[in-house]
């Protein structure tokens, strides 16, 4: 099993990396700042990573959002994002991070932890199932250019 503990700036690289691998699109050198913010903020947000040997294999991104739809309790922790190398997979590592974020999440007194996932996102709709989460919405969001 992986050694999963929390991120910090020793790991930016790494951490980068799999943000990337996570949302290839997003990286506008925006996620240093991403990083930067979560380590600097004092607990309000954080991330853990699991740890193959030496190597950094996946990693959880948590926060808090006022409410989620759907929710019981406000505000909620919520899982900003989640990622394993394909090589990890399905080997307990995501269930290992899940409970990370939970302990984070049940220590600054949130009753509730949330995530969200795009609908075609099939893999982390199956993950996030197996993780104990449960589905409370389906939502579709429209646009319209002016």
């Known amino acids: 099993m992986a050694e999963i503990r929390a991120l910090g700036e020793p790991d930016r690289v790494a951490w980068r990396s799999l943000r990337f691998a996570l949302w290839p699109r997003d990286d506008d050198g925006s ?4 990083i930067t913010d ?7 947000l954080a991330a853990f990573g699991a740890f193959d040997g030496e ?19 406000a505000p909620v922790g919520w899982v900003e994002g989640i990622y394993v190398a394909p090589s990890h997979r ?12 939970e302990v984070w999440a049940r220590a600054r007194g949130y009753k509730e932890l949330g995530s969200d996932v795009e609908a075609e996102n099939t893999g982390s709709l199956s993950g996030h199932s197996a993780w104990g989460f449960e589905e409370t919405r389906q939502l579709v969001i429209f646009r319209k250019r002016l």
């Open 55 to 73: 190597r950094l294999v996946a990693f959880v991104e948590v926060g808090e959002r006022p409410r989620g739809d759907g929710f019981d309790t």
């Open 38 to 44: 979560t380590l600097a903020s004092g607990g309000r």
């Open 90 to 101: 399905r080997s307990g590592i995501g269930v290992a991070l899940i409970a990370a974020a």
């Open 31 to 34: 996620f240093d700042t991403d």
